[in-house]
């Protein structure tokens, strides 16, 4: 069979990235309520919240690892940024550009790999590169008026720890949990569940 086959979404996985998506959208508007409310949690460092950061980035690793096609990452993150938006996310519109950049951190992990590998590695290297995109947009974004070393560095530098943990380990888990529940028996995902 022609591997180009492989990389041509079906209905399913329209469906079900949309899906992922669409829970992840409500998911960010509900986050970014907890993000407010924990401000003063990190009052001590104000750096240190972006060690929640990760949540919002959950989907563009969680559809890569699902779907398995290329464009997966990018659309659940990108789609999820838009539900946000007409939830109305604090941020408004902006958060769309940066749901894209977010997407395109995991999609190019992905791609990396020619859409071949969905192992744990792989997975850590879609949330760091994730991270990485979102940390760039806020630092030159939200953050251009902080202090470099004392805020925007750590900053950045704990959004892509959180991105790989969160997202990156987080996603793999929630695609093995998902397998085991037999959820996703028509996914090559399927294939991923733990030994009984």
Known sequence: MDHTDNNRWRTIDIVVASVIAVAFGVIFWAWGLVWSATEAAFAFFP???SLIYGVWLVPAVLGGLV????????????VAAIVSALLGSQWASIVILQGVM???????????FRYRSFRLP????????TGVGAALFD???????YDLTSYRIPYALLTVVSA????????????RALANTGVLDRF???RDRAPI
Not at 67 to 78: D, H, N, S, V
Not at 122 to 129: D, E, H, I, Q
Request: with cysteine; aromatic share 10%; glycine share 10%.
């Open 67 to 78: 779907i398995r096609k290329p464009g997966a990452a990018l659309y659940c993150e990108t």
């Open 47 to 49: 750096p240190a919240q």
């Open 139 to 145: 630092f030159v974004y939200w953050n251009k008026t």
């Open 122 to 129: 792989t997975a850590l290297l879609a949330g760091a590169l």
């Open 164 to 175: 790989t943990v969160i997202a990156g380990a987080g996603a793999w888990a929630l695609t």
């Open 188 to 190: 090559p995902a399927a």
């Open 102 to 112: 977010q997407g395109l951190g995991a999609e190019l992990a992905f791609a990396a």
